[in-house]
């Protein structure tokens, strides 16, 4: 934003929403005025579900304005053009995405006053120039149609005004009984300013009561500090310090808290260039098969019940080997007792450079059995600091059930719920939907009419956190602002205008709040180092400076002992989706769509079970089965995952809803059915029963096995070391020459690309940001099922060794942009061509769609717009367009192109300059968003580039080589780290 | 037509009919009233034609995700039937170019609806290449035609070799077809009862009167046209082939595509003209004009090509196993034991076992067997280019591995194809001479100038020789007579 914007003096209320507003066509004055877009209420028709799907949702029907063959674009001059806004040119602003307790740093490309794609803030801790899916995801839940609009009391459409005045009546009795019979329930969050007027809530109404929920969180993990050290702190995991590093059920790279920044230190640890190099090692104990386990380097699969009694086990064996360690416990001896001794002296020989973290599932005392070990080890200080997370309102269930009793005893007459969705996703015993009709008054903020919006007096809408003005802090404590990049879409206000109204009943602007927070924060002039902030979206060194702690082993002890035994039945355990994650991203089609890591799924959750529990149970993959526990049952359909552990199975949540919206309604299974408060993470004594019925699941990758191809190439750093060369001697082939003269490419920039396997977790946020870079679009469950998701870029899942302990590997393939492309040679048309700098460019003017193409690459990258998916795009979500990329028509072939938009951009800036395009002037989005940095993008005719040093390392092998199409795109074999001992075979295969 | 006639090399035609009555019997089945049955016919055909034109509207209106192609199958039926249709074209061809040069007089009775069912069959081919492309409007952009971009098409593509050779094909066809067909047009026109099919019949016949010189150009030209044609037959399907044997892809990239599709084209040519054959003769009472005697020869060739579809079948897998190729030695595995493997069996079946009947004389003069053979023999033809095209779903990386299932429009496309050749094929039955009258009098006995001292100098004792039916002058060489 310019800078009278941000002052908000300039132009004020002239902010528009979108061009058409701009524009007042009929066509956006309908959209704001129906309550439901048009087409929503068409939706559940079978015979359209795939034209509604294909887009993102139905139609706006742009009446007269869709044309036959193209679209016709209606285009506005400004009348007065706004400053610093050159059409065509876009701007990046700075901002936060707040995400529960934490946070994470952003920079946001936006198009003449509209955001278009979400990058990391380089200068971020949290980010430090990265991203995760959610953050990629979270520009299209700006755009999304199916966002509340208006503010409603019940039924009844009112204004902001109405609610001031009904909040003011409300305000000034609780203002004289200390707001007696008022409660709030609140999401977790991290900022100075929620903080602010939390206590002055709780000053001002000390009789109300203030509940912290959600359904995920890190809750255990403060809880287990604060047996640990006796205070609820929040650890900050410095994986780039850490040589050794187990993981007990803790998905750090994706479905944990921090995941960026985890995996951009995981990364760190992992990355190699030379065969004398070290790399970290990763142990990972849990249940389910997570991205985390595929990067292991030895990888446990125990029950998720049984990781206490594991963590139990290893402490003990520190103990036997010497590491002085305050708690009392026994090993079990149900675990490879091998394993554990290996495991024991890895983590005592690197002392102060280990790491050993516990997933948010396992139950406090193990978070604080973990926090005392790596105190022991010499770890706190070095590879995890523990901060005071002051800011802060923890989220705590127990707080959840505490409020039902008063509710049920009627000491609640007002309820305000900050986001969230409690009717969906409460714990099922607590009943919360029927608690509620018990309150006189509730009020749901929230970004949709939700399951919870329904079921109050008063739904507020929430603005989107692009449109909000905000401030939060990250896990480490770093304070940051959330700058709005455009006025509220559809109205709607913030948690922070909403919290301030309760507090203070005063109708205050978002701007105004949060700067008077930050006017007790900022040193010095205020308004300097406000922009400042707001220039690189953080506080410089804002970081909370790390607790002091100390382990206190009686209340570990104590803990310990007080966890039920484990049972040797059936296990539930809840995890968090790697999709949608608690539910929040349910009406996201990007995510939907997006294929699991490790199923492939998409538009569903299934129960995975183990090849083992499967066969035990008769069951077999897409199977509907009744799954029972704790007294309630759901349907849903098994789905048996190599390497899961037995006895075990893993369900996900944040399905099934039906409120969401029109991509996320009745999409999977709810199992917040099924959960309850006691056995929330994991819940044991499960049953199965097999109800001879099949579901129809779409899978984006069925097959498991490399079928013993040298695709993905990967040895152990041993084997390595013996045999650097691996990699590149693993096919052997006759000669690669060709019959004619090819083309020279020696001159000019030449564009390659390497995609280090070993750094690659899987995590797909190459994907989402492809998709958002790219208008990429979505295609539904039917399409998907059919083989035509449309995603230029997709991570290959394969599974090695047996199927009850397999591993996996990932593998990102996209176009390769082959020099000797067998694509370019079959198209009839010359629809797809070589440039001069090496990228084999798709002309989708020219194509006619023989899909010849398609078939001659070996890779299967190519997409095909089998239907017009972006005919029914809603015209909101046509404005998370990226202007610089075409949308494909149907009939038309594409792939990815190495971003050659951005490629144009540097090079019409290197121009501008008088220079050549420098190494680095050009980041595609996938290697943008990549957290492990596995991605490098450069000039292969540059000897000094990146792309090219790495290119010349050993590990360096192209896929497919044998087959003469010379790709630009290679790969860095992968190298596992398992330790010496605990290796059984060579690893190196050579593939014929 | 040619120069020197054999005496009386064997019994082409049976029943010892006249010149006059040839052209009686064949003219008529044009001339007379429309039969009930040939109504009934072209009725249930034009439905089903109707139909694919509502698949087709349907296909160019919603995109060809109606359809069952996917990632990684992006050809699937449409390519499948368009090589089908091809390779159906085949035997028309060849039975009215090669067997014309090699002088096979018992083509005359087969080869003039030989010849249509080629036509038609090319029809229905390029039918799909045409639907199938995204962007069907666009389709022109295949053709070198000049353009404001002054850029060429990719000449480097088999898809627009596919253009030529089919397109040529088409074309000489049609011609070869139509020239043949002047003087049995000009018979028409000259018995036609009606102005109009005196005006229909006269335009078409170009004022062929029957003169010698007429004649001599008329040979000329056939001649020619045969020469063009002959080796079209070997082009058109290896062409075809070059769509897969250029391609990198295990399983496609084979050099023994060419020869083996011609083969396959011939192999189900034959098949398909015998099935048309057996119930035109039976229905049009043509017992005489097509004897077993052809049905007899075309089973021969049926058997032949069906043997060298056999080799070649077997000839991939070794080749497969002798190149050490994993991919390749997979895609054939693949295809024998894959999940597609009923289709792959399916092919064996019809395609190399079922024809081993025609070893024996009784089985192949049998027409209940022959029926049923080259009904099935087109089905196995069928699933050959299935279970090729289906090779896709398991190419290199197993990642992209794939499924292919049909949709009800892809049903509906293939089974509207046979409603467009039969609405075709009925419509010729109905106005032009299925059997071509100035060829098959060629062949008569009477025709042979020597046919009155023919007693005098046949040593072929093994013919019986022929009651001596009366000439009628002028008529010999059909045309203007009747």
């Known amino acids: 934003m310019s800078d009278e914007k941000l002052n ?32 929503a209420s068409e939706l559940r028709d079978s015979v359209n579900r795939r034209t509604f799907l294909s887009l993102m949702g139905a139609s706006i029907a742009l009446a007269g304005v869709a044309g036959c063959r193209k679209p016709v674009e209606k285009i506005l001059p400004y009348v007065t053009a706004p400053e610093n806004v050159i059409p065509g040119i876009p701007q990046h602003y700075a901002t936060t995405m707040p995400f529960g307790t934490s946070a994470y740093g952003l920079l946001v490309e936006n198009h003449e006053g509209r955001p278009t794609k979400i990058e990391g803030n380089e200068l971020h801790p949290s980010t430090k120039g990265a991203s995760n899916t959610f953050m990629q995801a979270s520009i299209l839940g700006l755009y999304d149609p199916d966002r509340s609009q208006r503010i409603m009391e019940k039924n009844a459409e009112r204004s902001w005004a109405d609610f001031v005045s009904f909040w003011r009546t409300a305000f000034d009795r609780f203002s004289t009984n200390q707001g007696a019979g008022l409660a709030i329930l609140s999401e977790s969050f991290n900022s100075p300013t929620m903080a602010r007027l939390m206590r002055e809530f709780k000053a001002k109404f000390p009789l109300a009561t203030w509940v912290t929920y959600e359904a995920v969180s890190n809750e255990h993990v403060f809880e287990g500090s604060n047996i640990a050290f006796g205070s609820s702190l929040q650890p900050v995991y410095s994986f780039d310090k850490a040589e050794v590093i187990l993981s007990l059920d803790c998905d750090f790279l994706k479905t944990e808290f921090d995941n960026v920044s985890a995996s951009r230190g995981f990364g760190a640890g992992r990355r190699i260039t030379t065969e004398n190099d070290s790399m970290n090692r990763l142990y990972v104990v849990e249940s389910t098969f997570s991205l985390t386990g595929s990067s292991a380097d030895h990888r446990l699969r125990i029950s998720s019940s049984k990781i206490p009694a594991f963590a139990a086990a290893l402490a003990s064996e520190l103990r036997n080997q010497g590491l002085s360690l305050a708690v009392n416990t026994t090993n079990s001896g149900e675990f490879d007792s091998k394993w554990l001794k290996v495991l024991a002296s890895d983590l005592l020989k690197s002392r102060g450079k280990s790491l050993v973290c516990a997933g948010y599932r396992q139950p406090a005392a193990v978070h604080a059995l973990v926090a005392a070990i790596n105190e022991s080890l010499g770890n706190v200080g070095a590879s995890v600091v523990y901060v005071q997370p002051a800011d802060a309102a923890l989220p705590n269930r127990g707080e959840l059930t505490q409020m039902m009793t008063k509710i049920s005893s009627g000491q609640v007459n007002t309820l305000v719920v900050f986001g969230g969705n409690p009717v969906y996703n409460a714990p099922a015993d607590l009943n919360f939907g029927n608690a509620l009709s018990k309150i006189e008054n509730t009020i749901h903020l929230s970004m949709y009419r939700d399951e919870t919006s329904r079921a109050v007096k008063w739904h507020v809408p929430m603005t989107h956190y692009l449109e909000t003005w905000g401030d939060t802090r990250s896990s480490d404590g770093t304070a940051s602002v959330v700058q709005p990049m455009i006025e509220p879409l559809f109205g709607g206000h913030s948690n922070f205008e909403l919290l301030n109204l309760v507090v203070t009943g005063e109708d205050q602007r978002g701007y105004d709040i949060v700067r008077k927070t930050w006017e007790a924060v900022l040193p010095g002039s205020f308004e300097k180092g406000w922009r400042k902030v707001l220039h690189d979206g953080l506080l410089q060194n804002s970081a909370h400076q790390p607790v002091s702690v100390s382990a206190d082993g009686l209340r570990i002890n104590a803990a310990l002992s007080a966890l039920p035994k484990s049972d040797s039945g059936l296990e539930v355990v809840f995890a968090v989706s790697s999709q949608v994650y608690d539910g929040r991203f349910a009406n996201n089609g990007w995510l939907m769509e997006m294929p ?32 029972t526990v704790g007294g309630r049952s759901l349907e849903m359909p098994v789905w048996h995952v190599p390497g899961h552990a037995d006895n075990s199975i893993t369900v996900e949540l944040g399905y099934g809803r039906t409120s969401a919206g029109r991509v996320g309604d009745k999409v999977g299974f709810d199992l917040y059915s099924i959960r309850t408060s006691d056995a929330s993470d994991i819940a044991t004594g499960a049953t199965i029963t097999k109800l001879n019925r099949e579901y129809f699941i779409a899978c984006a990758q069925d097959h498991w096995s490399m079928e013993g191809r040298p695709l993905v190439r990967e040895a152990n750093l041993e084997d390595y070391r013996k045999d650097p060369k691996f990699a590149q001697e693993m096919v052997e082939h006759p000669p690669l020459e060709s019959l004619w003269d090819e083309h020279s490419y020696a001159k000019g920039n030449q564009w390659g690309m390497s995609v280090d396997l070993n750094s690659c977790t899987g995590c797909g946020a190459c994907t989402l940001a492809c998709q958002s870079e790219n208008n990429i679009p979505i295609v539904g469950k039917k399409q998907v099922s059919n083989g035509r998701e449309m995603h230029w870029i997709r991570i290959d899942r394969y599974f090695s060794g047996s199927v009850e302990d397999a591993e996996m590997v990932h593998q990102p393939v996209m176009c390769q942009h082959c020099e000797n492309a067998p694509c370019e040679q079959v198209c009839p048309v010359a629809a797809t061509v070589h440039d001069k700098e090496g990228l084999n460019v798709m002309v989708y003017n020219r194509c006619i769609g023989t899909r010849y193409c398609s078939n001659n690459c070996p890779y299967k990258v190519r997409r095909f717009n089998y239907f017009n998916f972006t005919k029914d795009t809603p015209e909101v979500v046509k404005m998370a367009m990226n202007p610089d990329v075409t949308v494909r028509f149907r009939g038309v072939m594409e792939k990815c192109t190495f971003c050659v938009q951005r490629i144009s951009e540097a090079r019409i800036k290197s121009k501008l300059e008088s220079r050549e395009i420098r190494d680095g002037d050009i980041t595609t989005a996938c290697q943008q968003a990549c957290p492990t940095s596995a991605l490098t993008f450069g000039n292969i005719n540059d000897p000094n580039s990146r792309v090219n040093k790495i290119k010349a390392q050993n590990r360096n092998y192209a896929m497919l080589a044998e087959l003469n199409v010379k790709p630009r795109l290679t790969y860095l074999a992968r190298i596992r780290n398992p330790h010496p001992e605990l290796v059984t075979g060579a690893k190196v295969e050579h593939h014929g | 037509m040619s120069a020197k006639v054999e005496h009386h090399p064997e019994t082409l035609i049976q029943g010892n009919p006249k010149f006059s009555s040839v052209t009686q019997h064949i003219s008529q089945i044009v001339e007379d009233k429309t ?48 090589v089908f249709w091809v390779g159906i074209g085949h035997a028309g061809t060849l039975i009215s170019a090669i067997l014309f040069l090699f002088r096979q007089k018992w083509r005359t009775s087969i080869n003039r609806f030989a010849e249509a069912m080629t036509i038609f069959a090319v029809i229905c081919a390029l039918l799909f290449p045409s639907i199938h492309v995204g962007r069907a409007w666009l389709l022109y952009w295949v053709m070198p035609l000049p353009n404001q971009m002054a850029m060429w098409p990719n ?43 005196k005006i229909a019949y006269g335009i078409f016949a170009l004022g062929w009167h029957g003169g010698n010189t007429q004649w001599k150009h008329y040979e000329l030209a056939y001649l020619i046209l045969a020469g063009i044609s002959t080796p079209l037959v070997l082009s058109v399907h290896s062409i075809v082939s070059t769509d897969f044997a250029t391609s990198v892809l295990p399983g496609w990239h084979t050099t023994i595509f060419p020869p083996y599709f011609v083969a396959g084209a011939i192999f189900s040519g034959f098949a398909m003209v015998m099935t048309l054959a057996l119930i035109a003769r039976k229905i049009y009472k043509l017992e005489n004009y097509i004897t077993l005697n052809h049905l007899e020869k075309m089973n021969k060739i049926m058997l032949v090509t069906g043997m060298m579809v056999g080799y070649s079948y077997g000839c991939e897998f070794f080749v497969a196993w002798y190149s050490s190729n994993p991919y390749e030695q997979f895609a054939f595995i693949n295809r024998a034991f894959g999940p597609y493997w009923w289709a ?139």
């Open chain 1, 8 to 39: 908000g003096k300039l132009t004020g209320k002239d902010y528009w929403r979108s061009l058409d507003q701009l524009a007042e066509t009929p066509e956006f004055k309908e959209f704001l005025h129906r309550e439901f877009p048009e087409g």
């Open chain 1, 596 to 627: 699991h890591p490790i199923t492939k799924i998409t538009w569903d959750n299934v129960a995975m079970i183990s090849i083992a529990t499967a066969k035990q149970l008769g069951l077999t993959s897409g199977d509907l089965v009744q799954l």
């Open chain 2, 35 to 82: 039969k009930m049955g040939w109504i009934l016919l072209f009725g249930l055909s034009a439905s089903i034609l109707m139909m694919l034109l509502g698949a087709v509207g349907y296909l160019l209106f919603e995109g060809i995700g109606i359809w069952g192609n996917n990632q990684p199958v992006s050809w699937a039926f449409d390519i499948v039937n368009f």
């Open chain 2, 155 to 197: 000449f480097r593509s088999p898809l627009l070799w596919d253009m030529f050779a089919v397109g040529t094909y088409f074309t000489c066809s049609l011609l070869f077809w139509y020239v043949g067909l002047i003087p049995d047009l000009a018979t028409l026109r000259d018995r036609a009862t009606t102005k109009i099919r």
């Open chain 2, 344 to 482: 792959y069996w399916t092919m064996i079946t019809c395609n190399v076992v079922v024809p081993q009947l025609f070893w024996s004389k009784k089985l192949r003069t049998n027409l209940a067997v022959m029926f049923v053979v080259s009904i099935l023999i087109n089905v196995g033809m069928w699933f050959e280019r299935f279970v090729i095209l289906l090779t896709l779903t398991r190419d290199f990386l197993p990642s992209s591995w794939g499924w292919y299932w049909p949709t009800i429009w892809d049903g509906m496309t293939m089974v509207g194809s046979f409603g467009l050749f039969f609405t075709l094929f009925l419509l010729f039955l109905r106005f032009l001479p299925m059997i071509s009258m100035a060829e098959v009098k060629n062949v008569l006995p009477q025709a042979d100038p020597h046919y009155h001292v023919a007693d005098d100098h046949n040593a072929d004792k093994s013919v019986k020789p022929h009651p001596k039916p009366g000439i009628e002058p002028g008529t010999a060489m059909g045309g203007a007579g009747l």
